[in-house]
């Protein structure tokens, strides 16, 4: 990302004051920050940094393997409880028909705050239950909608509780002070 110059304006363009780019403008001057220095913020998730993308109102998108092996992707609401990931969904959905089959499942969690604080997660489901499904939507509406309610759940839909294991943790974080070091326009 760079600054752009209005003597440089494109009139076939909207004016911006932030143009982004593929790549990092080139450094004329070699005053260039060391690839040490480039990535010090950048570090790998700790298990605390893991737990805190589950207790915000960060979506978890679900992968699940649908009939014909094709990929099925759902955002759904979760939570992390000891070292299980809970996610609630209805007895009918296409995650549950997909899950009966196959127990394998993906998640992806990015912070909607620091989208550089993601996480990308492969496990197996070790249960579904409907047992307690209930209060678990009513306590994932407070936590995302700020209210303990559902209001679009349809009456007919039983809700599921889907436990699943982590079997492979793949997780960055990233200091928001970090962001702009590649494209500073200082490194011209």
């Given at each position: 990302m760079y600054v752009q110059n209005d003597d440089n304006y494109d009139k076939g363009r909207m004016p911006t004051s932030v143009e982004i780019v593929d790549v990092a403008?080139?450094?004329?001057?070699?005053?260039?920050?060391?690839?040490?220095?480039?990535?010090?913020g950048v570090t790998e998730?700790?298990?605390?940094?893991?737990?805190?993308?589950f207790q915000l109102r960060n979506l978890a998108y679900v992968g699940?393997?649908?009939?014909?092996?094709s990929p099925h992707i759902t955002p759904v609401w979760a939570e992390m409880v000891n070292d299980l990931i809970l996610i609630n969904t209805f007895e009918e959905s296409a995650k549950i028909r997909h899950l009966t089959k196959d127990k394998r499942i993906a998640l992806s969690v990015v912070e909607q705050n620091n989208?550089?604080?993601?996480?990308?997660?492969?496990?197996?489901v070790v249960e579904q239950t409907s047992e307690g499904a209930d209060e678990h939507l009513k306590k994932l509406a407070k936590r995302y909608l700020g209210i303990g309610k559902y209001y679009y759940r349809k009456p007919n839909h039983k809700r599921v509780i889907?436990?699943?294991?982590?079997e492979k943790i793949m997780g960055l974080s990233i200091h928001p002070a970090?962001?702009?070091?590649a494209y500073s326009p200082w490194m011209r």
């Open positions: 403008p080139s450094n004329a001057d070699n005053d260039t920050v060391s690839r040490t220095e480039l990535f010090a998730l700790s298990k605390d940094e893991l737990f805190r993308l699940t393997l649908s009939k014909d092996g989208p550089f604080n993601m996480v990308s997660i492969k496990g197996k889907v436990k699943i294991k982590p970090f962001y702009f070091l």
